[in-house]
């Protein structure tokens, strides 16, 4: 596969090992969004993508938000993290933000092991309760990683004509949501290492722009006639009779 593109990403070391400059894919990102109304009535469908994102929000000193990501056919639900950390630099206290991607409840709950204080993780643990809720708890998350299907959506890959693809949603000045689809977006932003390796990352696309999408296919060139005659070793007088020389009919007559 040969990539054209203005950005690198995590699996581009994949070119070192070779590659078929026949197959191509044009890494450059597009984006559609869709606005939802805030007075939707009850009977209707909700837009694609809806229920699966979130705006963000904010629980146990976490802001986390619920996006989404297409990758060569299947569709991986993500919960992000960012949490705002106190360092001390010198003699100032410096506040620096970290982001964590995770695909399962076992990231999660490691992101909380982690980065999370003890009473903190002793509430993501707990089950939610009766008279306060909260919105960011172990149960939830993982039974919402555990009813997801990855087969969802397939057909927005061949819409999007993309082998990967992120939806998330998108709060507005005038407080309405926007779900944002954008294809061909860098993947390590969104950690997507931490399910497939840059080597596998990179031959999946590989295979499935050249076998689903059929992207950069090589052209089939028509060969014409004299062409195919020349390569066989022959030229426009191969089967002709050369000037001045007739057959001799009675001469065969003769000696058959």
């Not at 203005?6 to 969004?33: C, M, N, P, V, W």
């Not at 299947?74 to 206290?93: A, I, S």
């Not at 993309?162 to 954008?182: G, N, Q, S, W, Y």
Request: charged residues 30%; hydrophobic residues 30%.
């Amino acid at each position: 596969m040969h990539i054209i593109s203005k950005f690198t990403d995590y699996y581009d070391i994949g070119l070192s090992e070779g590659h078929d400059k026949t197959i191509i894919y044009k890494r450059s990102i597009e984006e559609k969004t869709c606005q939802l109304s805030r007075f939707r009535a009850k009977n209707t469908k909700p837009v694609r993508f809806e229920t699966e994102t979130s705006v963000m929000k904010h629980s146990l000193e976490f802001d986390y938000q619920w996006i989404v990501v297409g990758f060569c056919g299947k569709v991986f639900q993500c919960l992000t993290l960012e949490r705002v950390f106190e360092t001390h630099d010198g003699k100032k206290n410096v506040k620096k933000s970290k982001t964590f991607c995770c695909y399962t409840a076992d990231q999660v709950r490691k992101v909380f092991r982690n980065h999370a204080s003890k009473e903190e993780l002793e509430r993501f643990m707990s089950k939610p309760s009766r008279s306060w809720r909260e919105s960011l708890r172990y149960s939830s998350v993982q039974k919402r990683f555990y009813d997801w299907n990855n087969d969802r959506y397939a057909d927005v890959f061949v819409k999007m004509n993309a082998p990967l693809f992120v939806v998330d949603r998108v709060e507005t000045k005038f407080r309405h949501d926007l779900v944002r689809i954008r294809s061909n977006v860098e993947l390590n932003r969104y950690q997507f290492y931490q399910v497939f390796c840059p080597y596998t990352t990179f031959q999946e696309i590989s295979m499935f722009i050249s076998g689903v999408l059929g992207m950069g296919e090589p052209d089939m060139i028509e060969i014409s006639d004299e062409c195919k005659r020349d390569s066989k070793g022959f030229n426009e007088k191969s089967f002709k009779t050369r000037p001045n020389t007739k057959p001799n009919r009675k001469r065969d007559k003769h000696e058959s």
